[in-house]
C-alpha cells in the first residue's frame, strides 16, 4: 500500500517510522501536514512527536486541522489510519478512536522498553501475526488510556501491557492504562492507535535483545 | 466553616507564555479574530476549613509561596474565595 | 543602568572612541565585552589548547561556536557543550530547558543534525529540599526541551557535593552531525549579505550575559530568566537545517542577543540594523531591550539578496516569523538605528577586543592529615553507599528517538549511537572536581584520561574532545591558579592521546551569596569511534582481571572525602592509561572479554560494585592486586588512573596482549548474590543494593 508519513509542526519520529516502513518493504513517503493530498495513498501514518508542542494536551492542536479532515475521510473509505504515540494521541482527540490519553499516573515522562500482548487479530497491523507477545519501548508522558465504558474498551484493545509471559498484571502496566490498554482499533480495524513505537523495534543493533517485533506489525502495511 | 478557595498560577506579565502563545496563533485565530490574546496557567482548587473568609485566603496564600506551589521569579498568583459551606457566603 | 564594565575598561572604551559612549552604546559594549562573551580572562590561556589534527575539519582557531571532526565517508560530527548555571539557580526548569534549546541552536548553525545530547548534573545534597527542588526541575527541563525536539539524551553524569548548594551545575553536551562539504560557518566572509532574523523578540533574560559574569546577588533576578518554547525550538531546528545550503552564514541568538549575533557575525566588517524591522512579540519595547534581549528560538542568516525570499518562505510555512532587518557592509562600524535615527554607532574592532585580562596566581594551602583508622567492612559499606542508579533521571528522557542509541543510558560508561555511515560513536562527559580541589594539573589531566578509558571500555578510540571550564570568580588568586594548571593538565593530556580539543567554554563566578566558589569543575567530553566491535557489558561467572598498577595516593578520593584526607595526590601517568585501554580494546575486539569497567570514583571497590548489582557476587584476594603499599586502603578505594577491570574466562589470552601494563587475575564472579569477599571476609551488600536501586525514585517522590 502506498503509504503516506504525515509531519505535523513538532513531529520527531517521522524519519524513523520511514526508515522502518522501507525495511518492511513498505512504499512509504514523508509528507508535510500542509501538503497532504489523501487521493494518492491507501494508508497513513501519524509518528510520534510532540506536535503543536503538545500543547493544551497531547494531540489537541493537530486534531483540528485541516490535514485531520482529510484522514478523516481516508478513514470513512476504508483506507488504513495508523497512528503511533502522538499519533494515537491526535487519533483519539478528532474521534477518529474512541477513549482518551491522560497524563500518566505518576506525572512524569516514561522511557522504557515493555512488553505488550496481542488481543485482536482483526486489525490491518496484527491480522495473521504468529507472535503474540511482542516487545518495543514507550516514551510518553500523557499514555494512560481512558475510556468511560470498560466493555466497549475491552472490544476495542488492540494491544495490553503485559509481562514477557503475556501476564497482563499492575505491575506491567507503566501508566495507569485502563485494563493495561496499550492500544486500540475502531471496530472495523482500519484505524489502529498505539502508544510503544514499532519503529523502534525494527533495527537488530538498537534493540536491546536484537529482537526486530515492530517489523512485524509493519509488514501488514506492504500488502 | 469550610471555604472553597481558587489558586490561579500564571506566568507575570512580560513573561513569555508559550502555551498561550501558540494556543491563539494555531487554534484561536484559525477561529475568530475577535479573541487577541491568550494565556495559559494552572487552577487549582482548595477545601478549606477557616474562621472566615480572609483566614481561608490568607492559608491558602501562605501554602503556595512556602510550598513553592508557584515560582515568585516567574509566575504571579491570584487567590480567590468562591464560595463558602454551612453558612452564609 | 547597571554594567559589569570596571571603571578600567570604561576608560579603555572612552580613549579608544574619543567621546562619552550613549546608554544604548554603554549596554553594547557592557554585552560584548562581557566574560561570557569575550573570555576576556581566559582567552590567553585556551591559545594553548592542541586544536589541530588531520581529522579536524574546523578548529578553535576559527573561533566559532563548534569544532567539526570527519568522521569518514564524506561525515563529520560538531561537538558542543554548554552549561547554563546561573539561570538554574533560579528558574531550574526553563535555565535547564534553554540550556538544551542552546546546544542545540548551536549544532544546527554549523547545518549539521543535532542527533545526541548528553546532561551533567551536579547539585547539593537532596537531605535539602531546595536541592531537590532544583533537581527536579532540572531533570524535567531537560527532558520537556530534549523529548519535544526529538534529540536523544544518550547518557550524562548526575552528582552530589554540598559545594553546589544553591549553584547547580548543569551542563549540556550535543553531537551533530553533517556532510563535511556543507558545514556552514558562522561568520561572514565578504561584506553586502542581508541580514535575516526568524523569530520574536521578547523581554526575556535582559542582561542575561551580563548576568552569568555576575555571581548571584540573590536580588530579584526575573529579568535574566529565559523562558524555553521547545516547539519554536523544533521548528527552528527542522527549517535551519532545510535552508542551511541556501544561506551563507548562520548563528543563533544566545547570550547578549542580537547586538552580539550581529557582531560576531560580521566579524571585523561593519552592519547597518534598522530595528523598527525586528519582529516583536511585546509592543513598546525601547532599542535597548530589543538590542540586548535573549528571547530564546531566534536565529540569524546572512543571505544574498536573491535566495531572501525562498528562506523565509520555508519558515513561513509553519507561521514562524522571518524578517530582513539590515546587511553587512564593508565599513567596519556597527550600527543600529530606531525611528530614522542612529542609536547605536561603534567600531566592530572596539567590539571585538575587549582588554585580555591575566590575574594573579596563588597556589592553595593543603591540610594534611593521617591515615583514618577505620575497618574494612565500614569502609566499603560506606563507599558504595555513594553510588546510585540514575534511571530516575534518565527515565524521563526519550533516549531511542533517532532509532540510533545502541547502548541504552546506565549501560555502560559510555553512550554509544549509530552514525549515518554505519559507524558507531561513543561519548563520555568526564569531570572530577573532588580531584581537582587538591591539584587542578593532575586532576585536568586525570579526567582526560578518564574519558579516554571511558571510550574504550565499549571498544572506542577518542577522536576529539571539547571542554568546558567552571570555576569562582577569577580575580581571587587560588582560583586563577586552579583555572590555569587545570588548563596545562588538560592541554598535555590531549596532547598525549592525540586528541584535537576542536572548542569549550568557560564559565566563571559560580559563588554563592556568601562569595565561596564552587569546587573547580572542569568538564571533558570526548567522542570517539569504534574501529571493529563494540562491547555491550555481560556478567556472568568468570575471572576478574585487573589491569593496571594500583598505587597509595588517595587524596581527592571518595575514600578521603569520607574518612578524613590524607596521602598524595594521584598521579596521572599517561602511557599507563593508553596501554591498558588500547589493551581493553583489542580484548574487546578478539572478543576474549565479556565486560570492562574503567576504575575511578570508589576505586576498586566501586568499579566491582557494577558487578554486584546486576545480581551476582564477587571475590577477589588482596595479595593478587600488584601495588606499591601493602595497605587494604590503596588496594581497594586508591582511584589512581591507568586501570580497568575485565571479566574473562581466558585471562591468558589478556596477558598476552599487553605491551607493557601489568594484567592480574584478582578473584571472580560467583553465584553467592549480594556477597563481596575480600580474602576470608565476606560482606553482604544486599542493603546497599536495594539503595542503589531505590534511593532517587524514594528521595525524590
Known amino acids: 500500500m502506498k503509504t503516506a508519513v504525515i509531519k505535523f509542526p513538532g513531529t520527531t519520529c517521522e524519519v524513523d517510522v520511514y526508515k522502518a516502513l522501507l525495511e518492511a518493504k513498505v512504499d512509504a513517503e514523508i509528507v508535510k501536514f500542509k501538503d497532504f493530498d489523501p487521493d494518492k495513498y491507501e494508508a497513513v501514518v501519524l509518528p510520534g512527536g510532540f506536535s503543536f508542542g503538545d500543547y493544551l494536551r497531547a494531540g489537541s492542536i493537530a486534531a483540528s486541522t485541516e490535514t485531520m479532515k482529510k484522514v478523516k475521510e481516508m478513514a470513512s473509505e476504508g483506507k488504513v489510519v495508523i497512528g503511533i504515540c502522538n499519533g494515537f494521541q491526535i487519533l483519539v482527540e478528532s474521534g477518529l478512536l474512541e477513549g482518551a490519553l491522560l497524563p500518566n499516573l505518576n506525572l512524569r515522562f516514561i522511557s522504557k522498553w515493555v512488553y505488550i500482548k496481542v488481543v485482536r487479530d482483526d486489525t490491518v497491523l496484527t491480522r495473521g501475526l504468529d507472535k503474540k507477545i511482542l516487545r518495543m519501548p514507550i516514551a510518553h508522558a500523557e499514555g494512560r488510556y481512558y475510556h468511560e465504558d470498560v466493555e466497549k474498551a475491552k472490544s476495542l484493545a488492540v494491544f495490553l501491557y503485559s509481562d514477557e509471559f503475556g501476564n497482563v498484571s499492575e505491575k506491567a502496566n507503566p501508566n495507569g492504562s485502563l485494563l493495561n490498554i496499550a492500544g486500540i482499533a475502531n471496530e472495523e480495524g482500519n484505524v489502529v492507535g498505539m502508544m510503544p513505537h514499532p519503529e523502534r523495534a525494527s533495527f537488530k543493533l538498537t534493540s536491546p535483545t536484537e529482537e526486530t517485533d515492530g517489523l512485524l506489525l509493519f509488514r501488514g502495511l506492504s500488502k | ?89 | 543602568m547597571k554594567l559589569t564594565l570596571s571603571p578600567y575598561e570604561m576608560e579603555i572604551v572612552r580613549k579608544k572612541l574619543g567621546r562619552e559612549p550613549s546608554e544604548a552604546e554603554w549596554l553594547v559594549i557592557d554585552a560584548l565585552w562581557s566574560e561570557h562573551c569575550s573570555y576576556k580572562s581566559s582567552k590567553t590561556f585556551l591559545k594553548s589548547f592542541p586544536s589541530e589534527g588531520e581529522n579536524v575539519v574546523m578548529g578553535i582557531e576559527d573561533w566559532q561556536d563548534a569544532g567539526a571532526i570527519d568522521v569518514g565517508d564524506g561525515w563529520a560530527i560538531v561537538l558542543k557543550v554548554e552549561s547554563h548555571n546561573h539561570p538554574s539557580a533560579i528558574d531550574p526548569f526553563n535555565g535547564a530547558a534553554t540550556g538544551v534549546g542552546g546546544i542545540i541552536r548551536d549544532i544546527i548553525s554549523k547545518g549539521a543534525r543535532p542527533i545526541a545530547l548528553l546532561d551533567m548534573i551536579r547539585v547539593g545534597n537532596l537531605s535539602s529540599s531546595k536541592n531537590r527542588w532544583l533537581l527536579k526541575n532540572i531533570i524535567a527541563g531537560i527532558g520537556f526541551y530534549g523529548n519535544s525536539i526529538g534529540v536523544p539524551v544518550i547518557g550524562g553524569e548526575l552528582e552530589f557535593d554540598d559545594s553546589y548548594n544553591d549553584n547547580p551545575l548543569v551542563d549540556v553536551a550535543g553531537v551533530g552531525i553533517v556532510r563535511k562539504d556543507k558545514i556552514v560557518p558562522s561568520v561572514i566572509k565578504e561584506p553586502g549579505l542581508k541580514i535575516v532574523i526568524v523569530g520574536l523578540t521578547g523581554l526575556d533574560g535582559l542582561g542575561g550575559a551580563s548576568f552569568a559574569s555576575r555571581k548571584l546577588s540573590g536580588e530579584d533576578e526575573i529579568g535574566a530568566v529565559q523562558i524555553a518554547d521547545p516547539f519554536a525550538g523544533k521548528i527552528v531546528l527542522d527549517v535551519t537545517l532545510e535552508v542551511a545550503d541556501k544561506v551563507e552564514a548562520i548563528k543563533d541568538l544566545g547570550g547578549g542577543g542580537l547586538v552580539v549575533g550581529i557582531t560576531e557575525m560580521a566579524n571585523g566588517f561593519g552592519a547597518i540594523v534598522d530595528l523598527n524591522k525586528v519582529p516583536l512579540r511585546v509592543k513598546d519595547l525601547s532599542p535597548e531591550e530589543i538590542l540586548i534581549s535573549e528571547t530564546q528560538e531566534r536565529m540569524l542568516f546572512a543571505v544574498k539578496e536573491e535566495k531572501v525570499e525562498e528562506v523565509c518562505k520555508a519558515f513561513e510555512y509553519y507561521d514562524y516569523p522571518c524578517a530582513v532587518i539590515g546587511e553587512f557592509v564593508k565599513e567596519p562600524f556597527i550600527k543600529f538605528y530606531y525611528n530614522g535615527k542612529e542609536v547605536v554607532s561603534l567600531p566592530s574592532e572596539l567590539l571585538l577586543s575587549p582588554p585580555r585580562f591575566v590575574w594573579g596566581v596563588k597556589k592553595k594551602k593543603r591540610n594534611t592529615g593521617s591515615r583514618p583508622e577505620v575497618g574494612l567492612e565500614e569502609s566499603v559499606k560506606a563507599i558504595v553507599s555513594n553510588f546510585v542508579s540514575k534511571e530516575w533521571a534518565y527515565s524521563q528522557f526519550d533516549y531511542e528517538v533517532g532509532t540510533s542509541t545502541v547502548l541504552k543510558p546506565g549501560e555502560a560508561d559510555a553512550g554509544l549511537i549509530a552514525l549515518p555511515n554505519g559507524k558507531l560513536l561513543a561519548i563520555k562527559g568526564d569531570a572530577n572536581p573532588d580531584l581537582c580541589s587538591e591539584d587542578a594539573y593532575e586532576c585536568g589531566k586525570a579526567i582526560v584520561a578518564e574519558a579516554y578509558r571511558n571510550l574504550a571500555s565499549v571498544g572506542a578510540i577518542g577522536i576529539g574532545l571539547v571542554d568546558h571550564l567552571q570555576f569562582g570568580d577569577p580575580r581571587k588568586p587560588e582560583v586563577y591558579n586552579d583555572f590555569i594548571e587545570a588548563i596545562r593538565g588538560i592541554a598535555e593530556a590531549a596532547k598525549f592521546f592525540s586528541i584535537p580539543i576542536v572548542g569549550g567554554k568557560v564559565s566563571f563566578y559560580n559563588e554563592n551569596k556568601d562569595g565561596v566558589p564552587i569546587k573547580p569543575t572542569p568538564l571533558v567530553v570526548m567522542a570517539g569511534l569504534v574501529k571493529e566491535k563494540f562491547l555491550r557489558n555481560k556478567v556472568d561467572e568468570s575471572y576478574i582481571v585487573l589491569i593496571g598498577f594500583t598505587r597509595d595516593e588517595m587524596r581527592g578520593s571518595l575514600f578521603t572525602k569520607i574518612f578524613g584526607n590524607y596521602g598524595e595526590v594521584p598521579k596521572t601517568r599517561l602511557n599507563e592509561d593508553y596501554l591498558a585501554s588500547n589493551l581493553v580494546i583489542d580484548s574487546i575486539n578478539d572478543q576474549s572479554i565479556i565486560f570492562a569497567k574503567d576504575i575511578n570514583k570508589g576505586g576498586l571497590v566501586g568499579a566491582l560494585f557494577s558487578i554486584l548489582v546486576k545480581g551476582m557476587g564477587v571475590e577477589i584476594n588482596l595479595g593478587r592486586i600488584p601495588s606499591d603499599s601493602d595497605d587494604w586502603i590503596p588496594k581497594l578505594f586508591s582511584e589512581n588512573s591507568g586501570r580497568f577491570i575485565v571479566l574473562t574466562n581466558d585471562p591468558e589470552a589478556i596477558s598476552k596482549k599487553s605491551k607493557g601494563i601489568y594484567v592480574s587475575v584478582i578473584g571472580k564472579v560467583t553465584r553467592n548474590q549480594n556477597v563481596l569477599k575480600i580474602d576470608e571476609k565476606e560482606i553482604n551488600l544486599e542493603k546497599q543494593i536495594l539503595n542503589y536501586y531505590n534511593y532517587l525514585d524514594e528521595v525524590m517522590s
Do not use: C, W
Request: charged letters at 30%; zero cysteines.
Open chain 2, 1 to 89: 466553616m469550610l471555604y472553597y478557595v481558587e489558586l490561579i498560577i500564571m506566568n507575570k506579565d512580560g513573561v513569555r507564555d508559550p502555551e498561550g502563545e501558540t494556543i491563539q496563533r494555531y487554534v484561536v485565530n484559525r477561529f475568530t479574530s475577535e479573541i487577541l490574546e491568550t494565556r495559559a496557567g494552572k487552577y487549582l482548587l482548595f477545601k478549606v476549613n477557616a474562621n472566615n473568609q480572609q483566614e481561608a485566603e490568607n492559608l491558602v496564600r501562605k501554602l503556595a509561596e512556602e510550598m513553592r506551589l508557584y515560582n515568585p521569579i516567574v509566575h504571579k498568583i491570584e487567590v480567590k474565595v468562591i464560595r463558602s459551606e454551612n453558612g452564609s457566603n
